[in-house]
């Protein structure tokens, strides 16, 4: 680990092994410590004891006149991670919302359905991945699908996809039958996929199967969308219907970010007005305060503070690579947000991505302009599919507004 301090007036840098006890490099005896999160007091105490010892044996390698017994800051510099994607499992930049509190009990519960929505970039993946990681160690099965990996001839038809989520399940339970063995042709696909399902899947599946779906709103495009749907929702109602069926050790997992109502005449057909319904939202200040300090506090306390929360919000993409990029580059905020509010500045790319999408559609457009030019939301399905494209934050149309200052002053340079 990389530690600066402060000696005498200068800057220092200190190599620091940890979790080691017993004789170091360069002549420094190393107390045996091991860091922990936010523990900058305790590393200071024990560096400046190894400082003190080298200087008073004079084999620190620096200059005597740079060593002071004073006391001094040490700042730890995190280990930075890759940015974007799903944050990893054991990552200390992962912030835990009450969605991932609920999603442990609905599965503890073996609820038919755990629904995770929110906007892109919210988390959906992380959260899932942990839930997912939560319901494995509590000793369920547990197999995933991302549906965004699917090709294009996977969705042609109906066939084609329920077929591949067969193949997807036997691959990853290593089941001897594979779908290919016991499909009927001829056969409605739904009833195949069924019969695996009962026969295959769960008959070699003693426990609770926790089958995670991740991105399933692709499915609102395709013209066969509901005849899924109805089917996740057919396997809830048998579950109520007959406790003893089968289908009553499988739950559910599915994220989304679309608003289904958008594309879904009834829901009461569909899954996604069943089981436990979460919807992640954007870190309040106190998270980003948090997070803040687990990336080695680049933002001060206070007035720095109070400026990011109002230009990024709680966004969690543009928090994360806001820090993260303060932290790689060493920015101070006001270097940053001169950056970030430039046309190809640090989320040139992310923003440029508002205008296309909004292209292919002029009355979505419209809806946009009019929204961050006057504030208003006309009607709760405008409000619903602002909300779902992220543009916007509110519990209601009355309470709708702009999702953070970085989106509003862009888009009102560009929709005019």
């Not at 730890?76 to 835990?96: C, M, N, T, W």
């Not at 709680?314 to 270097?335: A, I, N, Q, T």
Request: hydrophobic fraction near 40%; aromatic fraction near 8%; proline fraction near 4%.
């Amino acid at each position: 680990m990389l530690i600066k301090a402060l000696w005498g007036g200068k800057a220092t840098s200190l190599s620091v092994r940890l979790r080691f006890a017993g004789r170091s490099m360069d002549g420094f005896s190393q107390a045996g410590w091991m860091v922990v999160p936010l523990a900058n007091e305790r590393i200071s105490e024990h560096v400046g004891r190894a400082f003190e010892r080298a200087r008073l044996k004079k084999r620190s390698g620096f200059p005597m006149a740079e060593l002071s017994t004073a006391p001094f800051m040490v700042n730890v510099q995190p280990r930075l991670e890759a940015e974007g994607g799903a944050v990893p499992l054991e990552s200390p930049f992962y912030i835990v919302r009450s969605a991932d509190e609920e999603f442990h009990k609905a599965i503890a519960r073996r609820e038919s359905t755990v629904l995770v929505k929110g906007s892109r970039q919210m988390g959906k993946t992380s959260l899932l991945a942990r839930g997912l990681q939560g319901a494995c160690k509590a000793g369920a099965t547990v197999i995933l699908t991302d549906v965004q990996k699917l090709n294009a001839s996977d969705l042609n038809t109906v066939e084609a996809f329920l077929f591949t989520l067969a193949d997807l399940m036997a691959e990853q339970l290593d089941l001897t039958i594979l779908p290919r063995d016991v499909w009927k042709k001829g056969e409605r696909p739904v009833t195949n996929f069924e019969r695996y399902l009962k026969r295959e899947v769960l008959k070699g599946v003693p426990n609770q199967l926790v089958w995670g779906l991740d991105e399933l709103d692709r499915l609102f495009s395709v013209d066969y969308g509901a005849d899924v749907f109805g089917l996740f929702r057919a396997w809830h109602n048998e579950r109520v219907l007959d406790p003893c069926s089968s289908l009553a050790r499988l739950t559910l997992a599915i994220s989304y970010a679309t608003e289904a109502s958008l594309f879904i005449g009834d829901l009461n057909h569909s899954p996604f007005n069943v089981g436990t319904r979460l919807t992640l939202q954007d870190f309040t200040p106190e998270q980003v305060a948090e997070l803040n300090r687990r990336y080695g506090s680049p933002l001060r306390e206070g007035e720095d503070l109070e400026r990011f929360y109002r230009l990024v919000g709680g966004h969690p993409f543009l928090v994360r690579r806001s820090l993260h990029e303060m932290v790689l580059r060493s920015l101070s905020y006001d270097v940053f947000e001169g950056e970030a509010e430039s046309e190809d500045g640090i989320f040139g790319d992310h923003l440029r991505r508002i205008p296309l999408l909004l292209a292919e559609d002029p009355l979505f457009r419209d809806l946009v302009r009019g929204m961050f030019h006057e504030q208003v939301c006309p009607t709760l399905d405008s409000f619903e599919r602002l909300r779902s494209a992220g543009l916007v934050v509110g519990l209601s149309i009355g309470d709708v507004r702009p999702r953070c200052k970085l989106y509003a002053d862009y888009l009102r340079r560009h929709l005019k």
